[in-house]
């Protein structure tokens, strides 16, 4: 099945921007999307479709896919934003989504 | 709204049903499904079934032993869960599906398998 990579930690200064990565083998054909997931709450879908912001997603969250790799940059971060952050493609072989191992984000 | 029942303890080798109540979306125009996670660890999809309940599939750490089914009269979403391991122990999420994300999520259901 297919395999999604994602560090399992990233730090980033109140104000500055956040980028998450999603390693994927020619994830670039894939659409991605991006949950993001507070403590004791369900995840909530950031970003869809490599690039698009569900109504209520602020514009500081945006997304890019080349390559072999998928970006979730969060600009102008703040203390709010600390969370863990999936990636997610769908899985044509299993027909099932298939889920990156996580990030959980660090605002310093 | 999204909303799932029927979590609790389980001894391993029991059963448990898992339903998911919907209101307020065309709940027949969706594929649903049914994600866990574990205590402390990632998103696991583990099943998906289509419109009309004739199509289902399965995480293959699940085949043989969970059954995916749907009833569209009810609005509602379920998951017969049987031969239950540990490894099964996690909240299990109940997930509208739209173009192959899950743009809806229910707040979850704890199923913990322990003696």
């Known amino acids: 099945s297919y395999v999604l990579t994602q560090p399992p930690s990233v730090s980033v200064a109140r104000g500055q921007t956040a980028r998450i990565t999603c390693g994927g083998n020619?994830?670039?054909?894939?659409?991605v999307h991006w949950y993001q997931q507070k403590p004791g709450q369900a995840p909530v879908l950031a970003v869809y479709?490599?690039?698009d912001r569900p109504s209520g997603i602020p514009e500081r969250f945006s997304g890019s896919n080349s390559g072999n790799t998928a970006t979730l940059a969060i600009s102008r971060v703040e203390a709010g934003d600390e969370a863990d952050y999936y990636c997610?493609?769908?899985?044509?072989?299993?027909?099932?989504?298939?889920f990156g191992g996580g990030t959980k984000l660090t605002v310093l | 709204q999204v909303e799932e029942s029927g979590g609790g303890l389980v001894q391993p080798g029991g059963s448990l049903r898992l339903s998911c109540a919907t209101s307020?979306?065309?709940?027949?125009?969706?594929?649903m499904s049914w994600v866990r996670q574990a205590p402390g660890k990632g998103l696991e999809w583990v099943a998906n079934?289509?419109?009309?309940?004739?199509?289902?599939y399965y995480v293959d750490s699940v085949k043989g032993r969970f059954t995916i089914s749907r009833d569209n009269a009810k609005n509602s979403l379920y998951l017969q869960m049987n031969s239950l391991r540990a490894e099964d122990t996690a909240v299990y999420y109940c997930?509208?599906?739209?173009?192959?994300?899950?743009?809806?999520w229910g707040q979850g259901t704890l199923v913990t398998v322990s003696s």
């Open positions: 997930a509208k599906v739209t173009a192959g994300r899950v743009d809806y």
């Open positions: 307020g979306i065309t709940f027949t125009v969706y594929w």
């Open positions: 079934i289509n419109q009309d309940g004739s199509e289902k």
């Open positions: 020619n994830i670039v054909i894939k659409s």
């Open positions: 479709d490599d690039s």
């Open positions: 997610q493609v769908w899985d044509t072989s299993s027909a099932l989504g298939v």
